[in-house]
């Protein structure tokens, strides 16, 4: 993201502007920030009537399972109110999304390995297994370097 900073003595207090082709979970935490809200660092889960607050480096992927948020920690899975996009600005950098149903923690990746038509799938260090979508897979591959 570029950021222009202008000084003016006419500003009787400071604004900010984001001009964007797309509203992208980075342009949303940088509003957020500008605005003043810090943040959410932890995720509320339902798990079996009880409310389980996870920190974002517990939680290994977010997937979307017949109209359900599902969040997979290490050993359980929890359910969530939230939808795709609001845990994706929540959670933040150390999450991709990797298709238009799933988020992965890229601190918890274990390996990829190619799969039938170009695809890729990611193998997690709790045994999760999840494809990327061909339209993800592009910036997949520059996190990687590739």
């Not at 207090?13 to 797309?22: G, L, P, Q, R, S």
């Not at 949303?28 to 932890?42: F, S, Y």
């Not at 997937?63 to 939808?83: D, G, H, L």
């Not at 795709?84 to 149903?101: C, N, V």
């Amino acid at each position: 993201m570029k950021v222009e900073i202008r000084q003016t003595p006419e500003a009787a207090e400071a604004y900010a502007v984001i001009y964007t082709a797309e509203l992208t979970p980075e342009v949303r935490r940088a509003a957020a920030v500008l605005e003043g809200e810090a943040p959410e660092r932890v995720v509320a889960a339902s798990d079996n009537g009880r409310i389980a607050v996870l920190q974002p480096d517990e939680i290994f992927l977010v997937r979307v399972e017949q109209e359900k948020t599902v969040i997979y920690a290490e050993k359980k899975s929890y359910t969530s109110k939230k939808r795709l996009y609001e845990l994706e600005t929540a959670l933040g950098s150390g999450f991709m999304r990797i298709s238009k149903s799933a988020l992965v923690n890229l601190r918890q990746l274990r390996c990829v390995e190619p799969a039938l038509g170009g695809l890729m799938l990611l193998v997690l260090k709790n045994g999760c297994r999840e494809y990327i979508s061909r339209s993800y897979l592009p910036a997949f591959k520059r996190y990687l370097g590739l």
